[in-house]
Structure formats: C-alpha cells, structure tokens
C-alpha cells in the first residue's frame, strides 16, 4: 500500500471512532442543533413582525428572510464540538498513546474533521427541516439546492479546521468550547437578521466586509431568488481562504505539541 492509502485508512478508522463517540454521546449535538432552532423560534415569532415590516420584498414573510442566516448559525455552532473533541483527545491522553503506534500522523485530525463536518451538515438538516415545518417556503431549483449544500459544506469544512486549530491550542476543554463562540455571533454581525444597509454606517461597514455576508447572501440568493452578484465568489474565496488559514494552523498546532 501507498502512503496515501495508509493516510486515508487511518483517517477513516479515526472518523469511524469520532462518528461512534459522537453518537455514544449524543447531547453536544443536540444543545448545538438547539441553539439555531431556539434562534429561529425569537426571531420568527417575537421580533419577526417588527423586522420583517421594514424589508421589502420579504413582509410579511419574514422567515424566508431570516432561515438563511440561521442557518449559517446552525454551521458557526456545530464547529464547537470539534473544538472540544479535539480538546479532550489532546488533555486525556489518547494521542500520545496514537503517536505510539503506527499511525498516520494526518489521520487523527483529518478523523476530528471529517467526523464534524458530517455532525454539523447533519444538525443544518435538521435546522432547514424545522424551518420548513414553521413557513420558510424556499423556490431553489435541484440545481440551486445542490450548489446550497456544496457551499454549506465549504464553509463547514473550512470553520472545521478552524476549530480543531482552537481545540489544539486550548488548554482546558472550557477554554475549548468558548474559543469558536465568536464565529457563532459573525452572522448576526451580518446580513442574516436585517439588511446591511439599514445598519449605522461603522457597523454597516463591517458587516458589508466580514465573511459571512457573502455567503447569507449567496445562501439567501440560491433558495430565494434574490439577487446575488458578486457575493457567490467572495464567498468561496473566503471559504477558501479560511480553509487553508485553518488547516496550516491546525497542523502546526498538532506538530507542536508532539
């Protein structure tokens, strides 16, 4: 066998085992599936009335506005459990126990990612599920949908290694799970509650220039069929972008702590 093929069956093996672990304990990805929903459930039923009065095309439909964003949310939380699965394994001892064995030295973390991104593309199933059962009513062609779910699982892949990079660099695992909560509040930061332009013009510049307002917009324009422009390449670049940031931090993080 190859390099690469014992590099990838020591990462299927290690994702075999974070899959199992995650379904042993379920409860991180039901509190992180329940934080959006719970966000959804606010903003749809208690402000969605006075929000959804003041953007035009979507009145009196304010859901179709703001289950884009949430959704989003619904990838920014997942990546938490990566941090702290990543955390435990680095604190408890098991991957010195890995490094004693032969073993591929990407499989460990390439298993941590693989095994979130799949956990978290599965809670954004459940959350676009609850959205559709309380009125969010997407037009998107199969086409549309696919290019959705190819986005999503760009930005979920790249906010995964970010996250792992966080979980290496932790040293507790309560210091683990705060460490990606900012990437939780980006989007609200954003276009994902209201329009950009109805924002002060500091906070409006901000939001008009952080990553996340490229891809709501490219989520919101693929489901809805409001106007996309530039945003969709802005948005893989940054997916690109953060993916590499993340993924050369979390290696050199893993390297390190040999």
Known sequence: MSTLSYTVADSVTMLRRNLRRALRYPSMTVQLAAMPVLMLLLFVYVFGNALGS???????HYVDYVAPGIVLMAATTGSISVAVSVCVDMTEGIVN???????????????????????TLVTIVLVVGFALLIGFRPNATPVEWLATAGLLTLLVLALTWLSAAMGLRAKTVESASNAPTPLTFLP?????????????????????????TPVIETLRGLLMGTEIGSSALIAVAWCVGLTVLGYFWARSAYDRAR
């Open 188 to 212: 609200f930061l954003g276009s994902a509650i209201v329009p950009t332009d109805s924002m002060p013009t500091a906070v409006r510049w901000f939001a008009e220039y952080q990553p996340f």
């Open 97 to 119: 126990r890995f490094r004693t064995m032969s073993i591929s030295r990407a499989a460990v973390l390439n298993g941590h990612v693989v095994g979130g991104v799949i956990q």
């Open 54 to 60: 003041g953007i035009g095309p979507v009145k009196g």
